[in-house]
């Protein structure tokens, strides 16, 4: 149900087309002034949260939507609002959970789907969730220009996802067979030395593909335990095959295969970790803003 205005009806729709002419500073000060007078205007607190979003003042935009939300609590854009703000403050999981209930408010509301779209990724790390959110905003709206750039991100997330699963698969196979061409090769045999050759071309692939691909922001932990484990022992098949192939003796593939196995599952393991890392900071760092930011919210 949308809020009621009031008396105030000229003043927040003068400052409704200040805003559309991005005049924002003039927007804030009519609201400001309206909202001394009338402080229970629903609608006045939620322009001045787009307002102050536009002037970047994210922290106050938090604060009057979520007087917006106070007094009226089925607003589903003063939800959106303080959303997209706390999304721009790195409150993930904040930002999550007023996206989420933007969509059980309004399942069809494109900019929320494309809001919690975006929110799932940093804080469930859900890739199929994430564009199925996507999916469903295009639908309602196939002119969406957030929808579609966050269609493009996925499919950029997708390649960098392959790239960095390839990267666990291929890194330690690579290591792997070089190190035991030099432990093989004694200068007399011939049939080890061909290892070192696909294990240079693939170190110098990674190399190059890894200053895109690992810094990547968001991509890492993307990676779930199976996949990590798949590509472990997708890099011990690598290297134990590579390895019998030059030497023709089980023990010496089986090492090296185990060997991979190890390694790969070393960096698997490190992302997950990174990637529960940052979850654990980000929830900790929302537990302790919450209280302060339900406190201020109801400030005039």
């Keep these: 149900m949308e809020p009621q205005s009031g008396n105030g009806d000229d003043a927040v729709a003068r400052a409704r087309e200040l805003v559309r002419a991005e005049q924002f500073g003039p927007a804030i000060e009519l609201l400001r002034e309206h909202l001394n007078a009338r402080p229970d205007d629903a609608i006045a607190w939620r322009r001045l949260a787009g307002a102050l979003i536009g002037l970047g003042d994210h ?22 609002y303080r959303a997209l703000a706390l999304l721009m403050l790195k409150r993930d999981r904040e930002s999550y959970a007023d996206a989420k209930r933007a969509v059980e408010l309004a399942p069809d509301d494109h900019e929320a789907l494309t809001l919690l779209a975006r929110n799932v990724v940093e804080v469930d790390r859900d890739v199929a969730r994430f564009k199925e959110l996507i999916d469903r905003a295009l639908t309602v709206n196939p002119d969406s220009a957030p929808a579609r750039h966050l269609a493009r991100q996925y499919r950029r997330l997708h390649r960098r996802k392959l790239a960095v699963a390839m990267h666990l698969v291929i890194l330690p196979a690579a290591i792997v067979l070089l190190v035991g061409w030099f432990a093989v090769d004694t200068g007399r045999s011939t049939a080890a030395r061909w290892m070192v050759w696909p294990c240079l071309v693939a170190l110098a692939v990674i190399l190059v593909r890894g200053v895109f691909t690992w810094s990547a922001r968001g991509v890492l932990p993307m990676l779930t335990l199976p996949q990590v484990s798949a590509a472990a022992s997708a890099a011990g098949i690598v290297a134990a095959g590579a390895g019998y192939g030059a030497t023709r003796g089980a023990p010496t593939a089986a090492v090296l295969g185990l060997t991979a196995v190890a390694i790969s599952g070393a960096f ?18 929302t537990t302790g803003r919450r209280s302060s930011s339900r406190d201020t919210s109801r400030m005039p």
């Design 59 to 80: 922290a106050a935009a938090v604060d009057a939507a979520g007087r917006a939300i106070d007094i009226h609590p089925e607003d589903v854009a003063a939800y959106r």
């Design 268 to 285: 698997g393991l490190l992302l997950l970790r990174h990637g529960a890392r940052h979850s654990r900071l980000s929830e900790e760092s």
